[in-house]
């Protein structure tokens, strides 16, 4: 496990005669790898990727992103996912959407969607009710992994559903707003935390919430 | 005159008139009532000025010729007199004339005169009290007016703050935070009356200091250079105040442009450590109105969740209080300026220390939120600083965006900042007694580095913490080195037996590994000469085979035509075409 700072070189694995599959972070400036993003280096097989812990979204295709509506121009909507620019999404691409039958969607309205040229829904779109909070991207992008704890051990003690965006924007709903809010803490606290204490945690800030809940 | 000013506001209603129009007046009626008030008072003057002579008149009947008097020429200076002839006076009867008048006349010019102010007084205090009450009624219509103009605006204010920024605020979070807040409760589980915590460290260097409450992080540094002081204030030290908001807090931010809310940060920063004169400017002097101390503090907003001012605030107090200037000798010609080993620095004179506090307030004003975050912040209609010191003295009070607040309310917050002032100050003055013990006691002081949270450093390097994607399945020889490790990896690591792998001996592992990469090299090294590369052909012969018997459908000619695409892909296949060639 090493840290990578922008412009450092990175040795090409020993196998020189394999084709290395570069992600994100790094940059080939001649013939050498270059990182352009400050993080730890990861590997797997003969993929390298640099580990990165930022804020800001840079739009990748075929990533499922949650974006906040912010107006409307002629057929599309104007979505803000966090990046540099607003993106748009035309309102044919909805599920059930007709040239006639169009989404009615407001401003700050939060929707579900997907950063690509489809023109499929795929189960993707609005979003109803519930709370909508931001985390670093490393952190959705855990959540994300099947191999992540948190989200299966929260599911225990918890029930609520959970969107997750890979821009970092989260959106959870549960009956009532003292779950959300203990949910909102779990998540938000396990960012710094190994996955080998994650149960402990979770345990901890749930006995937490019901010591609260039970006097009240 | 009385009568044109009590007309205006009679001769039309008074609600149907606009706010500026009901300001307009209002200034006019407050002109009209200085002046009057004004002339009262000269009356008074003139009254007590008569009576004295009256007085005065009185006394001179006792007194005969030649008699011995102090005359005065001024408030405090006397010259000794004779009078010459005690019955007559010289009488000043107005605009410079004096007429020499005996005893009993002189008398009745004064009683005449005090009968005549008497009544103009009379008529001056009728008006005044008229006027007095025709502003009341002003004001009052002027309050109602304003409070009506802010109730129509209200709902409008807080839709105005959010489509200001870049990262909007959802119709959920609205619902959600307005919903949580009515309840009482707040996001971090704390009470609607509850602060956040705040940390500070403060520099290896002096003058600096990081201030964290809750996510919000403010760096702020303080420097001095020596300059001309502005020839008004030929004796005082100049304090600048320079604040930076990175983009790094927020996206909507830019470099070197403040925008509205930078220069409201300034702007409110300047009122608080410069005008609040919590800084002692005289001291910075060094020759007066040639050369004085211009401190300069560098606020940069590092990280924006809300009480961005709060933190700013105790950054830069703790800053000030932890600076140290260099040491100063003054020659006839010239000034010298001691470096840290000759001479030791100095601290700055600080007489107290400003702390601010942020309160939010929801529906007009009646439900208060203290410390909100930036998202709390972008739901409340409005909000109060107030900052304050330890002696419970304010030092300002500052109110964004228009709404009305009780009095109760505003002591209620007040009694708050207090507290928290007390409780804050504390905190500064304890990191500043730490850092100066430390730094008497020549320990390198640790400065930032304990600000980076030990957590994300140890957690970097965790095992367990590695994600991998789900291997992939690749067809052929696999390096079992690499499988070895990343099952590593992908292990359940809450399982019982997790620990166990990490109890085992690390040379075992090795030989094992070893091993294993020994017998891949060798397995490798058989399978390119044996079994790879006749696996291909056979594929490729198998292919081929398909697409000819497609072929022999079609014509002659399309054959041909295909034959050098095939074999400019492969020359193997071109053997084999032709090799299928003759067999047909």
Redesign the interface.
């Known amino acids: 496990m090493s840290v990578y700072l922008p412009g450092d070189h990175i040795d090409s694995p020993s196998s020189s005669d394999a084709k290395i599959i570069v992600g994100y972070g790094i940059d080939l400036q001649n013939d050498q790898l270059v990182t352009v993003q400050p993080g730890l280096l990861r590997t797997s097989e003969n993929k390298v990727w640099i580990s990165v812990h930022s804020k800001r979204y840079i739009p990748t295709e075929g990533d499922h992103v949650i974006g906040v509506i912010v107006g409307k121009a002629g057929d599309f909507f104007r979505v803000e996912i966090g990046a540099a620019e607003y993106s748009v999404v035309c309102f044919t691409k909805f599920e059930g959407a007709t040239k006639r039958n169009r989404p009615n969607l407001k401003t700050g309205d939060i929707i579900y969607a997907c950063v690509d040229d489809e023109a499929k829904a795929r189960g993707m779109g609005q979003l109803h009710g519930g709370f909508l909070f931001k985390t670093s991207l490393n952190h959705a992008r855990r959540l994300l992994s099947p191999t992540c704890q948190i989200l299966p051990t929260t599911g225990r003690f918890f029930k609520f559903e959970i969107t997750i965006g890979m821009n970092g924007k989260i959106w959870i709903k549960a009956q009532y707003s003292n779950e959300i809010i203990a949910i909102y803490n779990i998540i938000k606290a396990s960012e710094n935390v190994g996955e080998g204490e994650i149960v402990d945690l979770v345990a901890d800030l749930h006995a937490r919430f019901r010591g609260i809940h039970s006097d009240s | 005159m009385s009568a044109d000013g009590a007309d205006g506001p009679k001769g039309v209603p008074l609600n149907e008139l606009g706010i500026e129009q009901l300001s307009q007046l209002q200034k006019n009626i407050e002109q009209e009532l200085a002046f009057f008030q004004e002339s009262a008072n000269t009356l008074k003057v003139l009254m007590a000025r008569n009576d004295k002579s009256i007085f005065a008149l009185a006394d001179l009947k006792v007194a005969t010729s030649n008699h011995q008097a102090l005359i005065p020429l001024s408030e405090s200076m006397y010259v000794r007199a004779e009078i010459a002839d005690p019955s007559k006076q010289l009488v000043e009867i107005g605009t410079g004339y004096f007429v020499e008048l005996d005893r009993e006349k002189a008398k009745a010019v004064f009683e005449r005169k005090k009968e005549n102010i008497f009544k103009q007084m009379e008529t001056v205090e009728k008006i005044l009290t008229d006027k007095r009450r025709t502003r009341a009624i002003l004001s009052e219509a002027f309050q109602a007016k304003v409070q009506s103009q802010i109730a129509a605006m209200g709902p409008n204010t807080a839709l105005r703050s959010s489509q200001m920024r ?11 935070f307005k ?2 807040i009515q ?1 009482g ?5 704390r009470g609607r009356e509850e602060f956040r915590e705040a940390k500070l460290v403060v520099g290896a260097e002096c003058g600096t200091a990081v201030c964290t409450i809750g996510d919000t992080k403010v760096m702020c540094a303080v420097s001095a250079e020596i300059c001309e002081p502005s020839s008004g204030r030929p004796q005082k030290g100049v304090i600048n105040i320079e604040v930076d908001l990175s983009p790094m807090a927020n ?1 909507a931010h830019e470099h070197d442009r403040l925008g509205q809310k930078g220069m409201e940060l300034t702007r409110l920063l300047e009122l608080v450590i410069r005008d609040s004169r919590c800084v002692d400017v005289e001291s910075l002097c060094i020759r007066n109105g040639k050369e004085v101390w211009k401190l300069r503090v560098d606020v940069r907003i590092l990280d924006e969740d809300g009480s961005v001012l709060d933190c700013a605030c105790l950054a830069a107090v703790t800053a000030l209080q932890h600076f140290r200037r260099p040491n100063v000798t003054l020659e006839p010609h010239h000034t010298i300026i001691h470096s840290e080993w000759e001479k030791a620095m100095v601290p700055l004179n600080i007489y107290h220390m400003p702390i601010c506090v942020t309160f939010g307030f929801l529906r007009d004003g009646n439900v208060m939120l203290v410390d909100p975050s930036d ?1 709390e912040t972008q739901c409340v209609s409005g909000s109060l600083v107030i900052a304050c010191n330890k002696r419970r003295e304010i030092c300002a009070l500052h109110q964004s965006t228009n709404f009305v607040l009780t009095t109760t309310m505003m002591n209620h917050c007040v009694k708050l900042a207090m507290l928290r002032a007390e409780s804050l100050s504390e905190l500064v003055q304890e990191i500043i007694r730490n850092d100066s013990r430390q730094r008497s006691a020549y320990c390198k002081p640790e400065g930032f580095a304990i600000s980076i ?1 030990k ?2 450093l ?5 095992q ?8 992939p399945l690749i067809a052929g020889p696999v ?1 079992d080195t ?1 499988a070895h490790s ?1 099952t590593f ?2 292990e ?3 399982r019982e037996d ?1 620990v166990k792998l990490e109890e085992i001996d690390e040379d075992d592992v090795i030989a094992t590994q070893l091993e294993a990469i020994q017998k891949n090299v060798q397995q490798v090294e058989v399978d390119t000469k044996s079994s790879a590369k006749p696996n291909n052909r056979k594929r490729e012969v198998e292919e081929v085979d398909e697409l000819l018997d497609g072929l022999d459908d079609l014509d002659e000619g399309d054959v041909t035509t295909l034959e050098p695409k095939e074999t400019s892909d492969d020359d193997d296949g071109m053997d084999l075409l032709k090799a299928k060639k003759k067999k047909i």
Do not use: M, W, Y
């Not at chain 2, 870049?166 to 959600?176: A, G, K, N």
């Open positions: 870049t990262d909007p605020l959802s119709t959920c979070e609205l619902q959600f919903e949580t309840q409760q707040r996001l971090e589980g996206p998202k949270p957590k994300l140890n957690c970097g390097s965790r367990p913490q590695i994600l991998n994607p789900p291997k390096d690499a990343s990896t992908v359940n690591s809450l997790a």
